[in-house]
């Protein structure tokens, strides 16, 4: 537990770690959506080649947009991006890194799914199994061509009546996932290889701009909370000012209307104060009334006056 | 038991944060729904349709309209949007902001029924098993079936084990086919909800920003406001209730002290506090009339002025003197019905 709450309390620390944890989570999401996901190819001419693609490209771009959805950079970026330039001029450098920076987050979960894929290899045989070549395989060999189709077409579904016992259906099934595999892992080595160039030479290149770029985008970053949490304080504020001021207009109607005598502070116990002389049932209702009926307006410079 | 305290104290440390965690725990619940939901399907002609649309579409509604019964903001919309305008104006795109983050939050739980629902292919199975396209899965040719005896088999495809019309066309391949469809327009539905939030998020820094900040701040002071006008409310009342409950044993002490023609007690300086807080009631016999009076005859919710403080007992009026001494101590008018 107390691992747990270290972890947590790293991750919240500050907004790049938390979009580092959103990240994470993306990834842990996509794989376990793709083995919860119920894969079943049609097993029809044309369908297949849909189907596989399908599956294999649309999940990535839905995840890509999720992970800049999720990622509450982006709409700082955004806003640094279409602000009107007023008196503080606009970096370039800065909005570039910042969406750098967003889209290689975005793009992990989308490339883990297109790996898990591969190595998989259900979605390639899915795809590319009326493709193959038939005068490699001995079952498939001699037979017309738009036979020889539909029987392709039935490889990647291994409970069919025609495929049960099918040894070439196991050979197309084995070739097809042996390429499959090898074109997950070249993607995975290629990715590595390019994030670890990208590591090392970055710094070689322009080292200040990226340093100015990188404290930039934080402080965007940080005066934008802020600016939303002295707001929320501000409004705070606020609302208590406006409703005493309520409750005193309130309690000087009374007086008007009462002829009940004021109460000057010394000697009463605090309670006094805290009914501000509404103690009848009829003058709370009014009050109430008087609350949801006409609200005061939005000023209270004048409890100043007082 | 301690990462959900944390978690919990985490998702509560603001409002957004708040409602943003029951959206979560609403979606996990509707995919949780789903597949403990024991799927049934009729296998009947007209009643397939029927039964999987409704699968399809009826939770979804119900969930929309539960995440915004859930949201406590419903009523504060439904507050603004209806109050008199008094001297305070309205502006329709602070409520307009409220709706649609309302509305935003709550569409979350049903997408994620209909995907769920979609990408597992059950529902779409037996709505539409009987428009399979028989002439190219199957041998249309198959002699003997009119149209309606062709529907009725097509119907029991989803039920494997009366299926009957493994000539007429593979129930493997109709159910593969079917699938295949429903999880095809599954991702397409995933994808344009992507996009369709992934649109509304990005355009709204390009376009509307300065009057989007606007209708935040006043949405969130509204909120604020209600609260605090609650929280005042709350104790006014309970300051309300104690003077009134601290009158009424007053007022019964007087009242039954001036019954046995004693003098009203003042309490002696140097009596302890215990002895203060009994308020002047110190026997059971009072202590029961007490009681029963606060029961038969609860006092009127009219906190009297203090009247003034003179020998000869008198306990006060309705109209207080004019010229008001410095110090007073508040005494109530208890009219004893009893």
């Not at chain 1, 004021?262 to 709370?284: A, C, F, H, S, Y």
């Not at chain 2, 149209?147 to 159910?175: F, S, T, W």
Request: net charge positive; with cysteine; proline share 6%.
């Amino acid at each position: 537990m107390d691992r747990f709450r270290m972890i947590f309390q790293y991750f919240q620390s500050n907004s790049e770690s938390v979009m580092n944890g959103i990240c994470g989570l993306l990834a842990l999401a996509s794989v376990k959506m793709y083995t919860c996901f119920d894969f079943s190819c049609p097993c029809l001419p044309r369908y297949n080649m849909a189907y596989g693609l399908g599956i294999m490209f649309v999940p990535p771009i839905a995840l890509f947009l999720c992970g800049l959805i999720l990622n509450r950079q982006s709409l700082v970026m955004l806003e640094e991006w279409r602000r009107p330039q007023g008196c503080r001029k606009k970096d370039l450098s800065v909005i570039r890194y910042m969406c750098s920076s967003i889209m290689q987050r975005a793009m992990i979960a989308p490339v883990i799914w297109i790996i898990v894929t591969l190595l998989d290899g259900k979605c390639l045989i899915c795809a590319f199994s009326s493709s193959v070549d038939p005068e490699k395989f001995v079952g498939f060999a001699n037979t017309s061509l738009v036979q020889v189709q539909q029987l392709l077409a039935k490889v990647p579904c291994k409970d069919d009546e025609l495929m049960r016992n099918n040894t070439s259906r196991k050979a197309v099934s084995r070739y097809l996932r042996c390429w499959s595999q090898a074109l997950g892992w070249s993607i995975l080595l290629i990715l590595i290889i390019a994030a670890f160039l990208a590591c090392w030479l970055r710094p070689c290149f322009n080292q200040v701009t990226l340093l100015q770029a990188r404290h930039w985008s934080n402080y965007i970053d940080i005066e934008q909370k802020i600016f939303e949490e002295t707001c929320c304080e501000h409004s705070r504020l606020f609302a208590h000012k406006c409703i005493l001021h309520f409750f005193e207009s309130m309690r000087q109607e009374m007086k008007l209307h009462s002829f009940s005598l004021p109460r000057e502070g010394e000697g009463t116990e605090g309670e006094e104060n805290l009914l501000r002389d509404i103690t009848d049932k009829d003058q709370v209702n009014k009050l109430l009334k008087m609350w949801y009926y006409e609200k005061p307006p939005l000023n209270v410079s004048q409890t100043t006056q007082r | 038991m301690d990462k959900f305290r944390m978690i919990f104290q985490f998702l509560q440390s603001n409002q957004e944060s708040f409602m943003n965690g029951i959206c979560g725990i609403m979606a996990l619940a509707s995919a949780q729904i789903y597949s403990a939901f024991d799927f049934n399907c009729p296998c009947l002609p007209h009643y397939n349709l029927a039964y999987g649309l409704g699968i399809l579409l009826v939770p979804p509604f119900i969930l929309f309209l539960l995440g915004f019964v859930l949201n406590n903001n419903v009523s504060m919309l439904a507050e603004e949007w209806r109050r008199p305008q008094g001297q305070r104006g309205k502006d329709p795109a602070v409520l307009r902001y409220m709706f649609c983050s309302m509305a935003q939050r709550a569409m979350i739980a049903p997408a994620v029924w209909v995907s769920v629902t979609l990408l597992d292919g059950k529902c779409i199975t037996c709505a539409f098993c009987t428009s399979v396209p028989v002439e190219t899965l199957g041998n249309i040719s198959h002699p003997g079936l009119s149209q309606g005896e062709m529907k009725r088999v097509l119907a029991r495809i989803p039920c494997k084990e009366i299926y009957d019309g493994q000539e007429l066309i593979a129930n493997e391949v109709a159910v593969r086919y079917l699938r295949c469809i429903s999880q095809a327009l599954g991702w397409c539905f995933v994808l344009m909800m992507t996009t369709l939030a992934f649109l509304v998020r990005s355009l709204r820094p390009c376009f509307t920003q300065a009057a989007f900040l606007k209708s935040r701040y006043w949405s969130h002071y509204i909120d604020i406001e209600r609260k605090l006008f609650d929280e005042t409310c709350a104790e006014h009342a309970r300051s309300f209730a104690k003077v009134c409950i601290q009158q009424f044993f007053e007022g019964m002490s007087t009242d039954l002290a001036s019954a046995r023609c004693h003098p009203p007690r003042k309490a002696p300086a140097d009596v302890g506090e215990a002895a203060e807080k009994l308020l002047g009631i110190t026997d059971q016999g009072t202590m029961n009339t007490a009681l029963k009076s606060w029961h038969r005859c609860k006092p009127p919710l009219h906190l009297h002025p203090p009247a003034l403080p003179s020998g000869n007992g008198w306990a006060g009026e309705e109209q207080p003197p004019p010229h008001p001494p410095v110090p007073r101590r508040e005494m109530a008018a208890y009219y004893s019905r009893v």
